[in-house]
């Protein structure tokens, strides 16, 4: 008899730490975050500013003030929360007619973008620099902006691949 309620006990034991741990990885999974495992991303800033925007995006040229490119409406960037304090920016593909040729940048992601709180409803995002690399060529560039009251206002650069210009983007989100 004493047997079996050793056999019974230990059982039971065994069973109680596997529905605890089953709970410990819940936990876990709640606090991800686009695939993310940090603490530090619940209720953080990151989080605050973590969304997608849709506004209207002017170009130009840094190199050729004098070239017009018309604005982009209805375009689309994306921000994740990565950590408490940080967030990729995923910025669409755009493409532009430059003198009868029309060149294609492709959409890419900027990683572990700084952002802090400023005043109530306000944050700041970047300025950072960043380099991707897409089909084996280099973009780099930087990025800044604002996020006040629900409206994202970014500026960024991108020089891609061997091109000889450098884009200067400004994009403002809608309420």
């Known amino acids: 008899m004493k047997k ?10 065994g069973l109680s730490m596997l529905i605890v741990s089953c709970g410990k990885e819940n936990d876990a999974e709640e606090n991800k975050v686009d695939g993310v495992e ?3 991303v619940v209720d953080s800033v990151a989080l605050d500013v973590a969304a997608t925007y849709v506004g ?6 840094q190199e050729m003030p004098n ?12 921000i994740v929360a990565v950590r408490g304090d940080a967030v990729d920016v995923a910025f669409p593909e755009v493409s532009y007619d430059l003198s009868g040729r029309i060149m294609v940048l492709p959409s890419f992601t900027a990683t572990y973008i700084p952002v802090s709180k400023q005043d109530a409803g306000s944050y700041r995002i970047g300025q950072k620099a960043y380099e991707v690399l897409i089909d084996d060529k280099s973009l780099v560039g ?3 902006g604002t996020v006040e009251d629900g409206v994202l206002t ?4 991108i020089k891609y691949g061997s091109m000889p210009i450098t884009l200067l983007f400004h994009f403002v989100s809608n309420k």
């Open 4 to 13: 079996l309620n050793l056999i019974v006990a230990a059982l039971m034991f």
């Open 38 to 40: 940090d603490n530090d």
């Open 56 to 61: 209207n995006m002017d170009v130009k040229l």
């Open 67 to 78: 070239v017009a490119i018309p604005s982009y409406e209805n375009m689309e960037i994306r």
């Open 142 to 144: 930087s990025v800044q």
């Open 154 to 157: 970014l500026d960024y650069s």
